[in-house]
């Protein structure tokens, strides 16, 4: 498997689910940054994603982790957490407002 340059979300959905579990089944379950910078390896486009925090706004572990890519006019979303059995990878219609994800996301500056 791997990425499709220029590719719809469907034909990309099988790297991406792949990355994310093989991220999910390693020590950084919860580490936005870890799912990032793997579909970043994987020739995804930092520019065009987006996450949600790792903590809660006392510092606490998020229950539930997501994260994006947009292309073109559609998304691909995962979702992981503690509370979560298995990764959640699935194609999405992408926001007027040009993102992904509904809510507060962090920025990826890194």
């Given amino acids: 498997m791997a990425f499709v ?9 099988p790297i991406f689910a792949q990355t994310v579990a093989s ?3 390693g020590p950084d379950q919860v580490h936005g ?12 486009s930092k520019a065009d994603m ?3 925090n790792d903590e809660t706004t006392i510092g606490r572990a998020v229950e539930s982790l997501q994260f994006s890519v947009r292309l073109g006019d559609e998304c691909l979303i995962g979702q ?3 509370t ?6 699935e194609v999405a219609p992408g ?3 040009g993102g992904c994800l509904i809510g507060q996301t962090r920025p990826i500056n890194w």
């Fill in 5 to 13: 340059p220029g590719g719809t979300a469907q034909q990309n959905l």
């Fill in 23 to 25: 991220v999910w089944s």
């Fill in 33 to 44: 940054r870890a799912y990032i910078d793997a579909l970043v390896a994987d020739g995804f």
């Fill in 50 to 52: 987006q996450v949600t």
């Fill in 80 to 82: 992981v957490g503690p």
């Fill in 84 to 89: 979560i059995a298995s990764p959640v990878t």
């Fill in 95 to 97: 926001l007027v407002s």
